[in-house]
DNA sequence: AAAATATAATTTGAAGTTCAAACTATTTGA
DNA sequence: TCAAATAGTTTGAACTTCAAATTATATTTT
Protein backbone atom coordinates (compact mmCIF):
# COMPACT_ATOMS: atom_id res chain seq x y z
CA UNK A 1 0.00 0.00 0.00
CA UNK A 2 2.93 2.49 0.81
CA UNK A 3 3.71 4.63 -2.53
CA UNK A 4 7.01 6.12 -1.39
CA UNK A 5 10.30 4.22 0.07
CA UNK A 6 12.00 5.89 3.13
CA UNK A 7 14.73 6.48 0.52
CA UNK A 8 12.25 8.11 -1.56
CA UNK A 9 11.10 10.48 0.82
CA UNK A 10 14.26 11.12 1.60
CA UNK A 11 15.13 12.27 -1.82
CA UNK A 12 11.91 14.40 -2.14
CA UNK A 13 12.56 16.61 0.75
CA UNK A 14 15.71 16.96 -0.17
CA UNK A 15 14.64 18.06 -3.24
CA UNK A 16 12.36 20.77 -1.73
CA UNK A 17 15.39 21.97 0.63
CA UNK A 18 17.95 22.42 -2.15
CA UNK A 19 16.20 23.22 -5.17
CA UNK A 20 12.76 24.40 -4.87
CA UNK A 21 13.07 26.68 -1.91
CA UNK A 22 15.88 28.64 -4.15
CA UNK A 23 13.63 28.64 -6.67
CA UNK A 24 11.00 30.03 -4.50
CA UNK A 25 13.07 32.82 -3.45
CA UNK A 26 14.23 33.71 -6.99
CA UNK A 27 10.63 33.95 -8.30
CA UNK A 28 9.64 35.97 -5.16
CA UNK A 29 13.02 38.18 -6.12
CA UNK A 30 12.26 38.56 -9.71
CA UNK A 31 8.70 39.63 -8.68
CA UNK A 32 10.50 42.54 -6.65
CA UNK A 33 12.50 43.64 -9.26
CA UNK A 34 8.98 43.86 -11.89
CA UNK A 35 7.69 45.78 -9.29
CA UNK A 36 10.47 48.23 -9.06
CA UNK A 37 11.24 47.70 -5.76
CA UNK A 38 15.09 47.83 -4.99
CA UNK A 39 15.11 45.45 -2.16
CA UNK A 40 16.63 41.85 -2.21
CA UNK A 41 14.76 39.35 -0.61
CA UNK A 42 16.80 39.30 2.26
CA UNK A 43 15.95 42.87 3.27
CA UNK A 44 12.19 41.81 2.63
CA UNK A 45 12.64 39.07 4.91
CA UNK A 46 13.93 41.59 7.62
CA UNK A 47 11.05 43.73 7.03
CA UNK A 48 8.89 40.85 7.83
CA UNK A 49 10.41 39.80 11.15
CA UNK A 50 10.04 43.16 11.98
CA UNK A 51 6.62 43.38 11.62
CA UNK A 52 6.09 39.70 13.14
CA UNK A 53 8.35 40.45 16.13
CA UNK A 54 6.55 41.80 19.30
CA UNK A 55 8.66 43.85 20.83
CA UNK A 56 10.94 44.61 17.58
CA UNK A 57 14.52 45.50 19.42
CA UNK A 58 17.88 44.58 17.39
CA UNK A 59 17.78 41.82 19.80
CA UNK A 60 14.35 39.93 19.10
CA UNK A 61 14.31 40.45 15.47
CA UNK A 62 18.09 39.05 14.95
CA UNK A 63 16.93 36.44 16.96
CA UNK A 64 14.22 35.52 14.46
CA UNK A 65 16.31 35.97 11.74
CA UNK A 66 18.97 33.41 12.99
CA UNK A 67 21.52 36.24 12.18
CA UNK A 68 23.44 37.57 14.43
CA UNK A 69 23.28 41.03 16.09
CA UNK A 70 26.05 42.59 14.29
CA UNK A 71 24.63 41.45 11.02
CA UNK A 72 21.20 43.07 11.29
CA UNK A 73 22.83 46.21 12.25
CA UNK A 74 24.21 46.63 8.85
CA UNK A 75 20.96 45.28 7.47
CA UNK A 76 19.20 47.85 8.98
CA UNK A 77 21.83 50.31 8.33
CA UNK A 78 20.66 50.43 4.67
CA UNK A 79 16.79 50.16 5.08
CA UNK A 80 16.97 52.64 7.12
CA UNK A 81 19.15 54.72 4.53
CA UNK A 82 16.48 54.17 1.62
CA UNK A 83 13.77 54.99 3.95
CA UNK A 84 12.08 51.48 4.77
CA UNK A 85 12.57 52.16 8.82
CA UNK A 86 13.01 54.03 11.92
CA UNK A 87 15.10 52.98 14.91
CA UNK A 88 14.76 54.89 18.26
CA UNK A 89 16.71 54.00 21.40
CA UNK A 90 13.81 52.62 24.39
CA UNK A 91 12.96 55.27 27.14
CA UNK A 92 12.46 52.74 29.30
CA UNK A 93 16.04 50.87 28.82
CA UNK A 94 18.00 53.07 26.82
CA UNK A 95 20.86 49.73 25.57
CA UNK A 96 17.98 48.86 23.69
CA UNK A 97 16.92 49.89 19.38
CA UNK A 98 13.37 49.61 19.04
CA UNK A 99 12.63 49.23 15.05
CA UNK A 100 9.73 50.45 13.04
CA UNK A 101 8.41 50.56 9.81
CA UNK A 102 7.92 53.42 7.53
CA UNK A 103 5.06 53.38 5.05
CA UNK A 104 7.18 52.59 2.29
CA UNK A 105 8.18 49.15 3.74
CA UNK A 106 4.27 48.58 4.77
CA UNK A 107 3.88 48.90 1.28
CA UNK A 108 6.24 46.50 -0.10
CA UNK A 109 4.78 43.94 2.64
CA UNK A 110 1.68 44.47 1.22
CA UNK A 111 2.53 43.41 -2.33
CA UNK A 112 5.20 40.81 -0.84
CA UNK A 113 1.77 39.44 0.41
CA UNK A 114 -0.49 39.25 -2.04
CA UNK A 115 2.24 37.89 -4.41
CA UNK A 116 2.36 34.78 -1.86
CA UNK A 117 -1.35 35.01 -1.75
CA UNK A 118 -1.61 34.68 -5.30
CA UNK A 119 0.92 31.81 -5.73
CA UNK A 120 -0.35 29.90 -3.01
CA UNK A 121 -3.94 29.94 -4.62
CA UNK A 122 -2.68 28.82 -8.26
CA UNK A 123 -0.41 26.07 -6.41
CA UNK A 124 -3.37 24.97 -4.89
CA UNK A 125 -5.61 25.43 -8.33
CA UNK A 126 -2.89 23.79 -10.34
CA UNK A 127 -1.71 21.23 -8.37
CA UNK A 128 -5.39 20.07 -7.98
CA UNK A 129 -4.64 19.03 -4.38
CA UNK A 130 -7.87 17.63 -2.70
CA UNK A 131 -6.14 16.85 -0.04
CA UNK A 132 -4.58 20.17 0.54
CA UNK A 133 -6.05 20.41 4.30
CA UNK A 134 -3.91 17.58 5.58
CA UNK A 135 -1.09 18.48 3.52
CA UNK A 136 -1.61 22.10 5.58
CA UNK A 137 -1.89 20.66 8.50
CA UNK A 138 1.35 18.16 8.03
CA UNK A 139 3.10 21.11 6.63
CA UNK A 140 2.15 22.97 10.15
CA UNK A 141 3.88 20.04 12.02
CA UNK A 142 6.68 19.70 10.34
CA UNK A 143 7.19 23.44 10.80
CA UNK A 144 6.20 22.95 14.70
CA UNK A 145 8.67 20.07 14.71
CA UNK A 146 11.16 22.25 13.68
CA UNK A 147 10.64 24.93 15.92
CA UNK A 148 11.28 22.90 19.01
CA UNK B 1 -15.28 20.84 8.00
CA UNK B 2 -12.01 22.88 6.72
CA UNK B 3 -9.64 23.91 9.73
CA UNK B 4 -7.58 26.17 7.77
CA UNK B 5 -8.42 29.20 5.99
CA UNK B 6 -6.66 30.59 3.06
CA UNK B 7 -5.07 32.60 4.85
CA UNK B 8 -3.53 30.20 7.84
CA UNK B 9 -2.41 28.24 4.91
CA UNK B 10 -0.15 31.23 3.19
CA UNK B 11 0.74 31.76 6.58
CA UNK B 12 1.98 28.18 7.41
CA UNK B 13 4.35 28.47 4.06
CA UNK B 14 5.29 31.36 4.59
CA UNK B 15 7.20 30.34 7.83
CA UNK B 16 8.63 27.08 6.17
CA UNK B 17 9.37 29.34 3.44
CA UNK B 18 11.36 32.38 5.69
CA UNK B 19 12.17 30.41 8.73
CA UNK B 20 12.29 26.68 8.23
CA UNK B 21 14.36 26.10 5.44
CA UNK B 22 16.75 28.16 7.39
CA UNK B 23 16.83 26.27 10.18
CA UNK B 24 17.12 23.24 8.58
CA UNK B 25 20.27 24.45 6.72
CA UNK B 26 22.06 26.16 9.73
CA UNK B 27 21.37 22.33 11.75
CA UNK B 28 23.12 20.94 8.50
CA UNK B 29 26.14 23.66 8.74
CA UNK B 30 26.08 22.58 12.03
CA UNK B 31 26.47 19.36 11.65
CA UNK B 32 29.13 19.60 9.19
CA UNK B 33 31.31 21.54 11.59
CA UNK B 34 30.94 18.83 14.19
CA UNK B 35 31.91 16.79 12.22
CA UNK B 36 34.93 18.74 10.94
CA UNK B 37 34.20 18.93 7.46
CA UNK B 38 35.77 22.71 6.43
CA UNK B 39 32.72 22.84 3.87
CA UNK B 40 29.64 25.47 3.76
CA UNK B 41 26.57 24.25 2.67
CA UNK B 42 26.76 25.91 -0.46
CA UNK B 43 29.46 24.15 -1.44
CA UNK B 44 28.05 20.42 -0.50
CA UNK B 45 24.92 21.57 -3.07
CA UNK B 46 27.64 21.41 -5.79
CA UNK B 47 28.32 18.55 -4.78
CA UNK B 48 25.48 17.21 -4.70
CA UNK B 49 24.53 18.87 -7.84
CA UNK B 50 27.76 17.30 -9.24
CA UNK B 51 26.69 13.93 -8.13
CA UNK B 52 22.91 14.40 -9.71
CA UNK B 53 23.37 16.00 -13.12
CA UNK B 54 23.64 13.38 -15.80
CA UNK B 55 26.77 14.74 -17.51
CA UNK B 56 28.66 17.04 -15.26
CA UNK B 57 29.65 20.22 -17.45
CA UNK B 58 29.90 23.73 -16.00
CA UNK B 59 26.79 24.54 -17.68
CA UNK B 60 24.33 21.32 -16.49
CA UNK B 61 25.51 21.83 -13.08
CA UNK B 62 25.26 25.20 -12.86
CA UNK B 63 21.50 25.36 -14.43
CA UNK B 64 20.62 22.58 -11.55
CA UNK B 65 21.78 25.19 -9.05
CA UNK B 66 20.14 27.80 -10.55
CA UNK B 67 23.42 30.29 -10.58
CA UNK B 68 25.55 31.45 -13.82
CA UNK B 69 28.34 29.43 -15.00
CA UNK B 70 30.64 32.09 -13.23
CA UNK B 71 29.42 31.75 -10.24
CA UNK B 72 30.03 28.22 -10.53
CA UNK B 73 33.66 28.19 -11.82
CA UNK B 74 34.25 30.27 -8.33
CA UNK B 75 32.90 27.26 -6.53
CA UNK B 76 34.41 24.58 -8.40
CA UNK B 77 37.59 27.00 -8.01
CA UNK B 78 37.51 26.74 -4.42
CA UNK B 79 36.37 23.12 -4.56
CA UNK B 80 39.22 22.34 -6.77
CA UNK B 81 41.76 23.87 -4.22
CA UNK B 82 40.58 21.76 -1.24
CA UNK B 83 40.82 18.95 -2.88
CA UNK B 84 37.37 17.65 -3.71
CA UNK B 85 36.58 17.58 -7.23
CA UNK B 86 38.57 17.28 -10.17
CA UNK B 87 38.09 18.81 -13.55
CA UNK B 88 39.00 18.07 -17.31
CA UNK B 89 38.21 19.43 -20.49
CA UNK B 90 35.70 17.26 -22.86
CA UNK B 91 37.92 15.58 -25.41
CA UNK B 92 34.91 15.00 -28.17
CA UNK B 93 34.09 19.01 -27.25
CA UNK B 94 37.07 20.45 -26.26
CA UNK B 95 34.89 23.78 -24.87
CA UNK B 96 33.02 21.37 -22.23
CA UNK B 97 34.74 20.83 -19.07
CA UNK B 98 33.67 17.83 -17.20
CA UNK B 99 33.66 17.67 -12.97
CA UNK B 100 34.26 14.46 -10.97
CA UNK B 101 34.25 14.07 -7.78
CA UNK B 102 37.26 12.60 -5.76
CA UNK B 103 36.82 10.06 -2.70
CA UNK B 104 36.71 13.12 -0.24
CA UNK B 105 33.76 14.77 -1.87
CA UNK B 106 32.17 10.95 -1.77
CA UNK B 107 32.86 10.92 2.00
CA UNK B 108 31.14 14.61 2.88
CA UNK B 109 28.09 13.30 0.44
CA UNK B 110 27.61 10.13 2.53
CA UNK B 111 27.79 11.45 5.56
CA UNK B 112 25.61 14.17 4.54
CA UNK B 113 23.06 11.80 3.39
CA UNK B 114 22.72 10.10 6.34
CA UNK B 115 22.31 12.79 8.38
CA UNK B 116 19.62 13.56 6.30
CA UNK B 117 18.20 10.53 6.53
CA UNK B 118 18.40 10.28 10.47
CA UNK B 119 16.93 14.20 10.76
CA UNK B 120 13.82 12.68 8.45
CA UNK B 121 13.04 9.60 10.20
CA UNK B 122 13.42 11.62 13.81
CA UNK B 123 10.94 14.03 12.19
CA UNK B 124 8.63 11.09 11.12
CA UNK B 125 8.45 9.48 14.64
CA UNK B 126 8.88 12.51 16.51
CA UNK B 127 5.81 14.78 14.69
CA UNK B 128 3.18 10.66 14.90
CA UNK B 129 2.69 11.52 11.62
CA UNK B 130 0.23 8.61 10.74
CA UNK B 131 -0.47 10.39 7.18
CA UNK B 132 2.84 10.47 6.32
CA UNK B 133 2.26 9.03 3.01
CA UNK B 134 -0.43 11.60 1.75
CA UNK B 135 2.25 14.23 2.98
CA UNK B 136 5.19 12.89 1.10
CA UNK B 137 2.55 12.71 -2.13
CA UNK B 138 1.35 16.25 -1.64
CA UNK B 139 5.13 17.33 -1.25
CA UNK B 140 6.32 15.68 -4.37
CA UNK B 141 3.37 17.65 -6.26
CA UNK B 142 4.43 20.74 -4.52
CA UNK B 143 7.88 19.96 -5.88
CA UNK B 144 6.97 18.78 -8.95
CA UNK B 145 4.88 22.34 -9.15
CA UNK B 146 7.69 24.14 -8.88
CA UNK B 147 10.06 22.81 -11.62
CA UNK B 148 7.50 23.32 -14.19
C1' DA C 1 27.83 54.31 46.29
C1' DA C 2 31.71 52.43 43.64
C1' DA C 3 33.31 48.69 41.16
C1' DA C 4 32.50 44.68 38.63
C1' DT C 5 29.58 42.25 35.65
C1' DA C 6 26.06 41.68 32.29
C1' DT C 7 23.36 43.20 28.45
C1' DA C 8 22.38 45.73 23.93
C1' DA C 9 24.02 47.47 20.01
C1' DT C 10 27.59 49.24 16.71
C1' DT C 11 31.86 49.10 14.24
C1' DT C 12 35.49 46.85 11.83
C1' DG C 13 37.80 43.58 9.02
C1' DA C 14 37.42 39.43 6.63
C1' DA C 15 35.34 35.60 4.07
C1' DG C 16 31.90 33.66 1.09
C1' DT C 17 28.34 33.91 -2.63
C1' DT C 18 26.65 35.82 -6.46
C1' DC C 19 26.17 38.53 -10.68
C1' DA C 20 27.09 41.04 -15.12
C1' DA C 21 30.21 42.11 -18.52
C1' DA C 22 34.49 41.45 -20.89
C1' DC C 23 37.36 37.99 -22.62
C1' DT C 24 39.38 33.39 -24.54
C1' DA C 25 38.91 29.10 -26.82
C1' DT C 26 36.44 25.91 -29.58
C1' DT C 27 32.80 24.35 -32.60
C1' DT C 28 29.16 24.91 -36.01
C1' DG C 29 26.93 26.66 -39.99
C1' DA C 30 26.43 29.67 -44.01
C1' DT D 1 36.56 30.13 -44.64
C1' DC D 2 34.81 33.23 -41.61
C1' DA D 3 30.97 34.73 -38.87
C1' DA D 4 28.15 33.34 -35.26
C1' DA D 5 27.20 30.46 -31.50
C1' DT D 6 28.59 27.94 -27.52
C1' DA D 7 31.38 26.82 -23.20
C1' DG D 8 34.09 28.55 -19.64
C1' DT D 9 37.03 31.83 -17.13
C1' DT D 10 38.25 36.22 -15.28
C1' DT D 11 37.35 40.58 -13.19
C1' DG D 12 35.18 43.95 -10.40
C1' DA D 13 31.45 44.98 -7.65
C1' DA D 14 27.57 44.29 -4.43
C1' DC D 15 25.56 41.84 -0.70
C1' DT D 16 25.33 38.88 3.38
C1' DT D 17 27.24 37.23 7.11
C1' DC D 18 30.35 36.44 10.99
C1' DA D 19 33.64 37.06 14.96
C1' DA D 20 35.95 40.13 17.77
C1' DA D 21 36.69 44.70 19.61
C1' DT D 22 34.34 48.64 21.33
C1' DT D 23 30.83 51.82 23.40
C1' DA D 24 26.99 52.70 26.26
C1' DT D 25 23.69 51.54 29.65
C1' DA D 26 21.77 48.67 33.38
C1' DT D 27 22.20 45.46 37.17
C1' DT D 28 24.53 43.15 40.83
C1' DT D 29 27.97 42.74 44.28
C1' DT D 30 30.71 44.21 47.83
Redesign the pocket.
Known amino acids: MKKYSREEARKIINELLVEIF?RILAIEGQNLKDKGIKL????V??LEAIELTEEP????I?KR??????????????LYQKGYVL?E??P???????VGLLPKAEEVLKEHDSFHEEMIDSIFEEMELEKDELLIESLDKLSSYFKK
Open positions: NSMSEHVTMSNALGITIGSLTTAINTRRDEDRRKVV
